[in-house]
């Protein structure tokens, strides 16, 4: 294991390295921290080499001073987010500082190694790396959502993710609606409104509201709906009542457990004619929650006759 970190530091340090070079005068200097960039594995490259290979050209020219700095601020950045691989988590909060000093592209960097970390089982460095995200603030929201909406990152990471967006506040509700405009991410949509309903955001309501009458999955729906009513208002209780109409059990669940959230008298009649459709075993399940939300909001102890509701509360 040691010896392992041990490699990993020395392949860390040859990108940093070579970019330095281009901090010296000697057009020398900077030909042979071209070579050596040119030279290097891809295990070695590192996630911007793609912008390091675009530089090159300028940077090994007399009126290269900007490419040239560039390069350099690129290497310091990669120098400092190495220190991620130090165990002690203070070195991961003087990291992050010391990245964020260096502007949008440190906090990048950051975000990104920050994020990585977000696998931990220990319960302390869980909440000091998501308390470390929080630090970074705006910045580091697009490469949260960004994950969100990321096939190869694992459902336990997202859970996480959603904890921190939605201590993030309001500054995370662009993104996260954003998400709602990519019909192929279910992913994203799903944790989206997972998000959302956690945060409690009165200015996400509507946008919530519009994807949830057009959001064809299901189980997308469901946590749509259940956003809502944690939101309130209005909304939230006109998609509850339209939910109970769904073909799809889920969904009618869902809507019957809102309205009781909701605390929403209204959907009383809705709740009925959801009792009379939902027939046959597979139903059981959502007919218990549909009573359930009849006996709450009505007081009422009835059973499971749409007839003896109507006769009572439908006029």
Known sequence: MEENRRIRKQRAALLPDALARFDAREPSAWQQGRASLLLMEKRQ????YDRILELLPRAVEGDGTEARAELVRIGRIIEIAGRFE????????????????????????????LIMKLTTQDADRLLFVQEELLALGAGAVRHLVLALRTAGVKASVKERITDVLARSGAVARPALLGLFEEPTTRAGRYYAAKTLGRMGDP???EALADAERTEADPLVRCVMIDAMARIGGPAAEKAAIRALGSEDLSVVKFGAKALVTLEAAGGVVALVDALERTRGERAEDVQREILRALRLLTGLPGGADPAWWRERIVK
């Open 203 to 205: 200015g996400a309501l």
């Open 86 to 113: 130090e165990e002690d988590p203070r070195a991961w909060q003087a990291a992050r500082k010391a990245l964020q000093a260096l502007g949008p592209e440190g906090v990048d960097a950051a975000s990104v190694r």
């Open 45 to 48: 490259r590192g996630f911007v």
